[in-house]
């Protein structure tokens, strides 16, 4: 099994307001096919070894929040996404799941594992046992709480004890592959982020969530690119990820066979 995790510093903030100034799916783009392109696309792509990862299925989603504005945002940015082009698959449908219904004090009462493909979570409330199951789960909560479902998905406990230690909250996603598949993630958003900055971070978490796994720092081309400075559109992070779902590209291919893909596409518009 495969892990990828990546994080975004508190200091990220999306250029582009979600819902506004982005791209529609007939915007036509012009970018330079060169080898930095190619390089961004690969750094992008990678699992490893020059392998792609994505779902073979539309990704369920499960929304874990204590603030009510949150599972607004959470489909706004998925609709965000799915302008994304002919090619995507899009997500499959979206639970929300209010932590306030089973109080303040969750330790040893919540769990959260791997199940038959997809993540589990169970939770007791008075006395009685409950169990929800997706394919993204999407938790929108303080730091303290985070820290919990970030240690039940088994993150890497490097990166939590930094996040326990220090002054700087992060944003990020975890996500783990099964026969060269996604098969679940988990995203991990701070409630304490202004809203701008919770709508940015869910944008790209959710959108790395599905095959575009890391950034390559500093582009001038993809909105993944870790940095203050954004491009004006996210037209470029669309069209790729259209690509990645192409039919032409089987599970498991190389990351080259998608930049072919993406550079004819390119060609042909």
Known sequence: MHIVLRYIAAAFVLKMAIGVGVAQSEEHIDLPVDDRLRGEIRT???????????????????IVYRDDLTPSYVRDA????????TNFIGYGPVTAFDLD?????????VDLLP????????????????????????????????????ALTRLNPSFMRQMARSQRVSCFYSAWS?????AF??????TTYTEPLI????????????GLLNDAVGSQIFTLNNSLIKPDSNAADLALLDALYAPEIEIGASVDEVIEYFEDRLASD
């Open 199 to 210: 709508r940015g971070c869910l944008y790209e978490e959710l959108i790395q969530s599905m």
């Open 115 to 150: 199940e038959n493909g997809d993540l589990l979570l169970t939770w007791t409330n008075a006395g009685e046992m409950a169990r929800l199951r997706g394919d993204i789960f999407v938790f929108a909560l303080e730091i303290d709480e985070l820290l919990l479902f970030g």
């Open 185 to 190: 993630a988990g995203v991990y958003i701070p």
């Open 44 to 62: 992008i792509l990678d699992a490893g070894s020059g392998q792609i990862r994505r779902w073979d299925r539309p990704p369920t989603v499960v």
């Open 101 to 109: 219904a089973i109080g303040d004090d969750i330790i040893g009462r």
């Open 78 to 85: 998925i609709r965000v996404i799915e302008q994304g082009g």
């Open 178 to 182: 099964q026969n060269d598949h996604l």
